[in-house]
């Protein structure tokens, strides 16, 4: 039996991610955790929440959930992770967050001054960094030798991914829904600027809730990219074509929304300087979040 104490969770934002995955490992590793708090604006979700977590407190507002922080706050909210995160840290707490992280660099630093301040830490949930190919790649891959890489996505509905679990879903007040809304839009113009319609979308919602996780992966492996050597938005957006320099080498990235499918698929790809030796590196690396 363990005698480390279970830390204290309280969980900020009760809705598809929370139901499908975090709750169900907290609960699993009950002999780590200990949910003590849970909040979201649905009360649907609450409740759904409070099943599987029945002696947790139940909040509607994040503020009063952190009148009494827990040792660990999880930010799983779809809209900005920063206030409640800086916020978060600022009483104590260490943070993790969903991906993305953010919705702009400015919020980024904001976080994580807040979290090296008070000496807590801050983790964003990028799970494709501990999946099993992906772990042995980084250990054997010889970033000196890697002159191209090629990373595919198919997106594909969410849907068949969810349709087996049991969810509480429900709204919440409309106008509050505007005034989120509002404020997400607001904070997308601040990150990109007013680029038009399909740039803000394509940033807001291929880029940051699917591409991202590619983004990540390749930085993992090859560190920051130095350059963006160029960009395409097509479709309405249902495709996103990116290639980026890592110093020597190139990497293409490209995103394709394929609603026809029901098999969500991603490919990594690196040539090496031998082109012999092409490998596949990961192929179907992580199902759907």
Same mark, same amino acid.
């Given at each position: ?41 649905? +009360? *649907? ?6 099943? !599987?977590?029945? %002696? &947790?407190?139940? /909040?509607? @507002?994040?503020?009063? #959930? ?65 999946? +099993? *190919? ?6 054997? !891959?010889?970033? %000196? &030798?890697?002159? /191209?890489? @090629?990373?595919?996505? #198919? ?135």
């Amino acid at each position: 039996m363990s005698t480390v104490p279970r830390l204290r969770v309280g969980v900020v934002g009760c809705g598809l991610v929370a139901q499908v995955m975090h709750l169900h490992y907290l609960r699993e590793l009950s002999e780590r955790f200990e949910v003590t708090a849970l909040c979201d604006l649905s +009360p *649907a979700a609450l409740h759904f929440a409070s099943r !599987l977590h029945p %002696a &947790a407190q139940t /909040f509607e @507002r994040w503020e009063d #959930l952190l009148a009494e922080p827990p040792d660990v706050v999880m930010v799983l909210v779809p809209g900005s992770h920063a206030p409640v995160a800086v916020a978060a840290a600022q009483a104590g707490a260490h943070v993790f967050v969903e991906k993305p992280m953010c919705l702009s660099e400015a919020e980024g630093r904001e976080m994580i001054t807040a979290a090296e301040h008070a000496s807590v830490r801050l983790m964003v949930g990028y799970m494709k960094r501990y999946d +099993p *190919a992906y772990e042995e790649l980084e250990r054997t !891959l010889d970033r %000196a &030798a890697v002159r /191209f890489a @090629r990373i595919t996505t #198919l997106e594909s509905p969410l849907e068949p991914y969810v349709a087996h679990y049991p969810l509480g879903r429900g709204g919440i007040d409309p106008a509050l829904a505007a005034q989120l809304a509002e404020d997400d839009a607001r904070r997308v113009t601040v990150a990109v600027g007013d680029l038009g319609p399909l740039a803000r979308q394509a940033y807001r919602t291929s880029i940051l809730d699917s591409m991202i996780h590619e983004l990540n992966a390749v930085r993992g492996l090859l560190g920051e990219p130095d350059e963006l050597l160029f960009s395409d938005v097509w479709g309405d957006p249902t495709g996103i074509t990116a290639t980026l320099r890592f110093g020597d080498t190139e990497a293409v990235f490209t995103w394709v929304d394929l609603p026809g499918i029901a098999r969500y698929e991603q490919e990594l790809e690196k040539l090496l300087t031998d082109l012999a030796l092409k490998s596949r590196a990961i192929r179907d690396l992580e199902a759907k979040k």
